[in-house]
């Protein structure tokens, strides 16, 4: 296992489709969390898994952002009817344990809403 | 709410100085602090996590120090390369109440090193 792998690199969309992103964590980590950043900021915390309990949501995840964690293993981060404001960089991160861990992040998701 | 702030945003030196990158933080509750590095278009790399009993961390060419009490963090590269190059990033996790794992980053410093 080589580290956290993010699917698609790249994802290009018109505005009103619903997309779908992939993040696949270390496989020994069971928690997992989902940042957006956007152009020249830093990352923002959406939201984070205990294997496969969504345990907290940012105010940032609207009602068209729903993320899932199924058997604690891989997620997903769908956005449905995206906005031209949803254009970010999508990174997925894992860590083995609560506190005290760094986290390791995957390569990211660059969304493109036009 | 917790807020970080690093100075300077962009920073440009010649190849072989040492250098230093300043956070800030506004709650000195916090778990840990971590500096990450960032490649144009890619994901974040964890250099350095200092927690908060602790006051500095080194690893190589790199040394980062913590004074909670002050929400302050330095992070110091000795001899810098060309290869250094890239946008800095500090993150705070905490303070206590919140999710562990939760990070508040900041906007980061980019980094050129110019040979």
């Known amino acids: 296992d080589t580290g956290v792998s993010q699917n698609p690199r790249h994802k290009i969309t018109k505005r009103g489709q619903n997309v779908t992103f992939r993040c696949d964590p270390i496989s020994e980590h069971n928690r997992l969390y989902w940042y957006r950043q956007t152009l020249g900021q830093g990352p923002e915390f959406l939201t984070y898994?205990?294997?496969?309990?969504?345990?907290?949501k940012s105010r940032l995840l609207s009602d068209r952002f729903s993320a899932e964690r199924p058997k604690g293993s891989f997620s997903t981060l769908e956005i449905q009817r995206t906005e031209q404001g949803d254009s970010a960089m999508y990174l997925c991160?894992?860590?083995?344990?609560?506190?005290?861990?760094?986290?390791?992040f995957g390569s990211g998701t660059q969304l493109s809403v036009l | 709410k917790q807020e970080v702030t690093q100075i300077p945003a962009a920073l440009s030196v010649p190849e072989g100085e040492n250098l230093v990158l300043n956070c800030s933080f506004t709650d000195s509750a916090i778990y840990n602090l971590q500096w990450f590095r960032q490649d144009p278009g890619k994901g974040l790399t964890s250099l350095l996590l200092?927690?908060?009993?602790?006051r500095e961390q080194t690893s190589g060419r790199l040394n980062a120090s913590l004074d909670k009490s002050s929400g302050r963090s330095t992070l110091y590269i000795a001899a810098s390369q060309p290869g250094d190059s890239a946008t800095y990033l500090c993150a705070v996790e905490g303070p206590g109440g919140t999710s562990y794992g939760k990070l508040t980053f900041g906007q980061g410093t980019i980094l050129t090193v110019h040979p």
């Open positions: 991160a894992s860590s083995f344990k609560a506190t005290n861990e760094k986290l390791f």
């Open positions: 898994f205990q294997n496969e309990a969504q345990l907290e």
């Open positions: 200092i927690q908060s009993s602790q």
